[in-house]
């Protein structure tokens, strides 16, 4: 089980790293150097990858702040 949320955890990871190559450059210009809408980005900024990014976040800020604080127990 906890392979399977690991390999879940670098798949969203992939699209977090698709995410920062993709960085919208203000209007209508996307960090890959597409001009006009980026195909990419479409997909990225649907809510659900959105969501899924924060989510990876915040379980790598949680798993930080254990190991810094309680390193023993990791
Ligand atoms: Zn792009």
């Given amino acids: ?3 399977a949320f690991r390999s879940r955890d670098i798949a ?3 699209l977090r790293q698709l995410e920062e190559v993709h960085e919208p450059l203000g209007l209508r210009a996307c960090g890959c150097g597409a001009t006009g809408m980026c195909r990419t980005r479409e997909i990225l900024d649907r809510p659900w990858v959105k969501d899924r990014i ?3 976040e915040r379980r790598e800020h949680q798993r930080e702040l ?4 309680f390193p023993d127990v990791a």
């Fill in 1 to 3: 089980m906890k392979a």
């Fill in 12 to 14: 969203i990871g992939y």
């Fill in 54 to 56: 924060r989510e990876l």
């Fill in 66 to 69: 254990e190991e810094r604080f």
